[in-house]
């Protein structure tokens, strides 16, 4: 079993399914029950996905044997802070956790990054959400002070590339 992870448009079908898939767990969690569909609906919609394409972003997929598995967002902050983006939507399909998606993910997105010119990338995220700190504290991500008032964000981390 192999991983790919490839530049891919946010709104492809596959994309669109892996937004689904996270935005299901992350809800899921968040409201400790399952989000329904019009529920998962409401929380894409107007969600600023459209950011993550040339030349404000790029949005990743990654395949596990052929098969979506995993997906990742690179959002460039903009003017007020050049050099600077964030990573979101990291999601990894939880019969492929374990198996090196996450790090090869942080790993595109990292390159995508430097091919914007970016310096710093950085992410805000849940308590909640334990697999994604992990999975970020593995690869140089460190808790910072707050950088936004994101209305779920418990946890802010950065990592100069």
């Known amino acids: 079993m192999t991983w790919t992870v490839t530049p891919e448009r946010y709104d492809t079908a596959d994309a669109t399914r ?5 935005y299901d767990e992350v809800a899921s969690r968040y409201w400790q029950r399952p989000a329904t569909g019009a529920e998962i609906d409401e929380g894409l919609k107007d969600d600023g996905v459209e950011l993550l394409a040339a030349p404000t ?3 990743l997929v990654g395949r596990y044997d052929g098969k979506p598995a995993a997906c990742a ?3 460039l902050v903009g003017p007020g802070a050049p050099g600077v983006a964030e990573v979101t939507r990291v999601y990894v399909a939880p019969a492929a956790r374990g198996t090196g998606g996450g790090a090869l993910l942080l790993k595109a997105l990292e390159e995508a990054a430097r091919e914007y010119g970016v310096e710093l990338l950085r992410l805000d995220t849940r308590n909640d959400l334990v697999e994604a700190r992990a999975l970020y504290t593995r690869h ?3 808790e910072v002070p707050a950088f936004n008032e994101g209305e779920y ?4 981390y950065a990592k100069r590339i």
């Open 153 to 156: 964000a418990e946890h802010w």
């Open 57 to 59: 972003g790029a949005f």
């Open 73 to 75: 967002g690179l959002r």
């Open 18 to 22: 892996l937004r689904r898939d996270y």
């Open 140 to 142: 140089g991500y460190e």
